[in-house]
């Protein structure tokens, strides 16, 4: 089994167990709000952004014994904006890396078989350039596997949160929790991928949003392998290609860059294997 491997199956194992650290018996999330010195306790945001960073420093005691249980030095991005937000470094070998994104997202609640997805890291510079030291903190050729730990949560509807209300220590059972129903997974980036940019115009690699496609790993990429993940986004809309019609056109869809490269365009994996 290789190192890459062997890390995978720990982390996976470990992620069966968060739940219960974030959750209280009926599914909801442990964390209520936040308080002041005259214990006033203040109902966070639901916002996905501060949702998401909250999640992240409620987990990060778990995600240090972790580390030290399994002999690896914990390296968090030097500034906010870098990639990824932790890696792994394995204490006998510090040649053998691992990034590790946290990446949370919610289900959409018409079709909650859907979630709202991800961005899964840039397709810019540090990653064209496997040996680039910008926004990343050690260059991504580096790295022996790139992850995410997912969550997938429920977002409590507006009416249930009052924002503008400060309660008493007291009432803390009472105050509402923004987020339940929680659900950690575990998987290398490259396997949720879809061919569609992340986040607007900043130039970030988008996630499936079939939950259940997004758990077992089966995005876009995941029969093709990550040598074509790599491929087709470090060549993300840069190849022109004549069109039916005589003009020209940038290639912008995974069967488009596999038929082009002449590689088996059976092997993409389509709307109804993840992407809707």
Sequence with gaps: MSEKEKFAKKLKTFVTKLKDH?????????????????????????????????????????????????????????????YPDISFVKASDESIRFAVDFKTTYRNTKKPHLCNGFTLGSHGAYFENRTSTKNIQFPYGSYSGHFCLGIIYDRAAGA????????????????????????????????????????????????????????????????????WFDEYWMNYRKITVQDEKGGTKKISTLREFVEYKKGDASLVVGKRNGTE
Excluded: C, R
């Design 160 to 227: 249930t949160i009052d924002e503008t209300k400060a309660h008493s220590i007291d009432e803390l059972h009472s105050i509402a929790s923004v987020a339940s129903n929680f659900h950690f997974f575990v998987t290398e980036k490259w396997k949720i991928a879809s061919d569609k940019g992340g986040s607007g115009n900043t130039a970030n690699i988008g996630s499936i949003n079939n939950i259940a496609d997004i758990i077992s790993g089966k995005g876009m990429f995941s029969k093709l392998g990550e040598h």
């Design 22 to 82: 974030v959750s209280t018996d009926d599914g909801q999330w442990a964390i209520k709000g936040f308080i002041d010195i005259f214990k006033n306790v203040y109902t966070i945001s639901s916002d996905t952004k501060i949702v998401s960073k909250i999640l992240e420093i409620h987990l990060f005691p778990k995600i240090l014994a972790f580390a030290q249980a399994n002999e690896y030095k914990v390296v968090l991005a030097d500034h906010q904006n870098y």
